[in-house]
């Protein structure tokens, strides 16, 4: 059962450069997220979504694009990435009664 | 920000001992639910527990919920070395996504 699959791993960017991050989920769960962690700030969420075709904003979604073709897949996208972007990215999602399953974190470093 | 918190932001204790993480959030929810993150690792469930539960237990694990005061602990009893992680709560409203706390780091010295 492989669960959410996050690519790549890590990733060292050069600012002003495009980037997606994948993320797939097999568990067929309506709900996904993308959140970013920071040392002392927690995860704050980016963008999310409820349902295939769906997306919406969360606390930090400047700088970030997110789509949701279907169930599965949720990629994240930024446009031209900048030092402050440097984060570890987890992409989740949540089964029927609440409760989120998560991807093992994309470490990204944009110099 | 709507992000709750977690208090202390670090806890060391010996093994055997029991280690307590206090969480506060800032609106009402449907659940609350506790996390764990090994270092470098995604986060994992532990337990939720709902708006009209007051504790709940799984194994080792104690949740504590008091509405009135929108705060929760979570319980480890008898710590082991592995229970080394970060600690997070995470408040849901209706279907608004998990707000989290920035959680607690918790180092058990075997």
């Known amino acids: 059962i492989a669960g959410i699959t996050q690519a790549p791993t890590s990733q060292i960017l050069a600012a002003g450069r495009r980037m997606t991050l994948r993320c797939t989920q097999d568990?067929?769960?309506?709900?996904m997220y993308w959140y970013r962690q920071d040392l002392g700030l927690g995860l704050r969420l980016i963008h999310y979504?409820?349902?295939?075709?769906?997306?919406g904003k969360g606390e930090v979604p400047d700088g970030y694009s997110v789509s949701r073709a279907n169930t599965d897949d949720f990629p994240l996208t930024l446009a031209s990435a900048v030092p402050s972007q440097t984060s570890v990215y987890f992409c989740a999602s949540s089964d029927p009664g609440g409760l989120s399953f998560f991807g093992q974190g994309t470490r990204l470093t944009v110099v | 920000s709507q992000q709750g918190e977690e208090d202390p932001q670090a806890l060391s204790i010996q093994e055997g001992e029991n280690a307590t993480m206090n969480c506060s959030y800032k609106?009402?929810?449907?659940?609350l639910q506790w996390y764990r993150q090994n270092s470098g690792r995604g986060l994992v469930h532990l337990i939720l527990i709902r708006s009209n539960e007051r504790e709940k237990h799984s194994g080792r694990l104690r949740v504590t919920l008091d509405t009135s005061k929108k705060s929760s602990s979570l319980l480890i009893t008898a710590s082991r070395a592995a229970d080394t992680a970060s600690y997070f709560c995470a408040s849901a409203a209706g279907n608004t996504p998990l707000v989290f706390g920035k959680g607690t780091r918790l180092s058990v010295i075997a």
């Open positions: 568990m067929r769960h309506n709900a």
């Open positions: 979504s409820n349902t295939a075709g769906t997306t």
């Open positions: 609106t009402s929810i449907n659940n």
